[in-house]
């Protein structure tokens, strides 16, 4: 049996996991005291955080030691610590789970990083469909402010700091933390251009740090184990557990939290192995936005950062797509492409335009209508929104394409010419 | 102003205050910041869409120009424009649903409740919407009804929480 549940997720098995009592009698709030007792220095903590080797878990992947060393804590005015719950990739939900079931961590998580940063107050950024979770992590933020863990000169340190939410209201792009911000600021959730960077220039106009739910709620588990326990727990480049959402054409689709570098076989066994006895086709690895791999390649793969690209794909947020071998991929692409050309938020005209112009294509090939150049259109057109956009979203909408005329042009021909899917020959 | 006028007003006793617990969440200078909680509250209390009465009072309030929310207002998904169901069946569209078999309950949905997406029974009693992933693939095929997520849907689930319902 693999390990799992070591960071995240530790609590979930418990009866009422998410109460502050359940969260306190394991270990919980224990380095947040510390670090108000002065046993514990922002430098110290960057330190950990930076041996830990832990990256960014909404899909970018950056050093959050090095993020958080951005910030100039001493600087005047205020500052703010960024918590982006807006989850919405296709494919995610994993940090649905750790505020439903270990909202403390969490909490625990931003208290320890607004004290690093400086922060005088932090938001959570959940998404507003998420009300269950949203309920979890406002009631985990009540009791910590009710145990004298948040607020006004907490526990005598005459440091103040307190927590609130901000719920988003169904658009994707707010998982951009840029987008993020303005959506805070009570704005359309269109990215800004960067630089400024978010910790010169974020909330309000305010040095901000943003991190992800996952990122944040392993932060106390580092602490209180240490950073190298955590590198240790997973691989080079790749430190500690990974919270892996695994869903499509498996047995028991769920959430897994296991270690960086375990096989990509062992998590599918996990989830039950392919369901309906069939084989497995192809894998999206790590949400809607990273390329589809075949089977042969994500058979042979290890779930981490460096396995996974040289597998010709990306880690990602770890939302695990599997399809099997009835899968047609033309469907697929369509409905990736729809759903890039609903979520772009209409500032950069290639991806406003080009997202439109991929689900089009790809709809009229699925419809039986596809034309012998349509081929040729899809790739020129990704080629034109890829590297010409402000944020991500565009570039995402090319890559599933992409992956997908690389491994299966066959597949978009195959209805170019008959009108109909591979699977539908006699 | 009339009493009537002033009756109509939806910024006032309960919502007003649910508004500004949310507008204390923000430095005081940031009032705009809850827009996106005062539109939902208002939607949430108005029948389930927003007008543009409606969204001016918002601006109102919130010292904001009316442009300005209606932008927030358009932009954001979950804010609704025209009439919807007193139960909204908003079914998810996304990747993993579609891979566990979303259009087959978008269609029972459209032929148990007899409308296509988009409508709202006679009745104003159901309504179905598309929408884009809701965060629960591992749940799939999945909706959301109110603040409910509702998961592992199959025909007999529906029928059974249609009825209830009813």
């Known amino acids: 049996m693999m390990p799992q549940n070591e960071c995240c997720y530790r609590l979930n098995h418990l009866d009422r996991s998410w109460d502050i009592d359940v969260y306190m009698a394991n270990g919980g709030y224990e380095i947040w005291k510390k670090v108000l007792a002065g046993e514990l220095d922002p430098q110290e903590i960057i330190e950990e955080v930076k041996t830990s080797g832990i990256r960014g878990r909404g899909g970018a992947g950056f050093p959050t030691g090095l993020k958080w060393s951005f910030m100039n804590r001493l600087a005047p005015g205020d500052k703010y610590i960024l918590c982006n719950s807006d989850e919405g990739e296709p494919g995610t939900f994993k940090d649905r789970d750790i505020m439903r079931y270990n909202p403390h961590q969490l909490v625990e998580g931003m208290m320890i990083a607004g004290y690093v940063i400086g922060a005088t107050a932090g938001y959570n950024y959940i998404r507003g469909e998420f009300w269950e979770p949203y309920k979890r992590f406002d009631n985990a933020i009540n009791q910590a402010r009710e145990a004298g863990l948040l607020g006004k000169n907490i526990l005598g340190s005459g440091f103040d700091f307190d927590l609130y939410t901000h719920l988003g209201a169904g658009a994707y792009i707010c998982g951009e933390e840029t987008a993020l911000v303005e959506s805070i600021e009570g704005k359309k959730g269109q990215p800004r251009f960067k630089p400024p960077f978010p910790a010169s220039y974020g909330l309000y106009g305010k040095p901000t740090t943003i991190n992800n739910t996952e990122t944040l709620a392993s932060i106390p588990m580092i602490l209180a184990k240490g950073g190298k326990w955590f590198a240790d727990l997973g691989v080079e480049n790749a430190g500690g557990t990974k919270c892996y959402a695994v869903s499509g054409h498996v047995e028991k689709p769920g959430n897994f939290e296991v270690r960086m570098g375990t096989p990509f076989k062992d998590l599918l066994d996990a989830a039950g192995g392919i369901w309906k006895g069939r084989e497995l086709k192809c894998v999206i690895p790590g949400g809607a936005s990273t390329a589809i791999l075949p089977a042969e390649k994500a058979m042979a793969m290890n779930m981490d950062y460096d396995s996974i690209a040289k597998a010709g794909s990306f880690l990602g947020a770890g939302s695990v797509i599997i399809m099997d071998d009835q899968t047609d991929i033309v469907k697929v692409i369509e409905n990736l492409s729809h759903f890039y050309w609903d979520e772009s938020c209409g500032q950069c005209t290639p991806c406003r335009e080009g997202t439109g112009w991929l689900y089009r294509v790809v709809k009229r090939i699925r419809e039986g209508k596809g034309r012998p150049e349509d081929i040729e259109s899809l790739k020129n057109v990704s080629g034109k929104i890829m590297g010409n956009v402000i944020c991500g979203l565009g570039d995402a909408a090319t890559i599933a394409m992409t992956s997908a005329l690389e491994h299966y042009e066959h597949e978009f021909r195959h209805y170019i010419e008959h009108g109909c899917s591979i699977y539908d020959r006699q | ?166």
């Not at chain 2, 007008?51 to 120009?65: F, K, Q, R």
């Not at chain 2, 954001?76 to 025209?82: A, D, I, R």
């Not at chain 2, 109110?146 to 007999?156: A, I, Q, R, S, V």
């Open chain 2, 1 to 166: 102003m009339s009493s009537t006028a002033k009756n109509t007003k939806i910024i006032t006793g309960d919502v007003k205050s649910r508004i500004d617990r949310w507008i204390s969440n923000y430095p005081a200078d940031q009032r705009q910041s809850a827009v996106m909680p005062a539109l939902r509250i208002v939607q949430e209390v108005s029948g389930g869409y927003l007008t543009t009465e409606l969204m001016d009072e918002i601006a109102d309030y919130l010292e904001m120009p009316p442009i300005a929310v209606y932008e927030v207002a358009t932009f954001y998904g979950n804010y609704e424009h025209q009439p919807v169901g007193e139960f909204k069946f908003c079914v998810c569209n996304s990747i993993s649903c579609m891979l566990r078999g979303k259009d087959d309950i978008i269609a029972y949905l459209e032929k148990r409740l007899g409308v296509k997406v988009g409508e709202v029974t006679p009745d104003g009693k159901f309504s179905i919407k598309k929408v884009e992933c809701l965060g629960a693939c591992g749940g799939a095929p999945m909706m959301q009804l109110g603040k409910d997520y509702h998961e592992n849907l199959t025909e007999e689930y529906l029928d059974k929480l249609i009825t209830e319902l009813e």
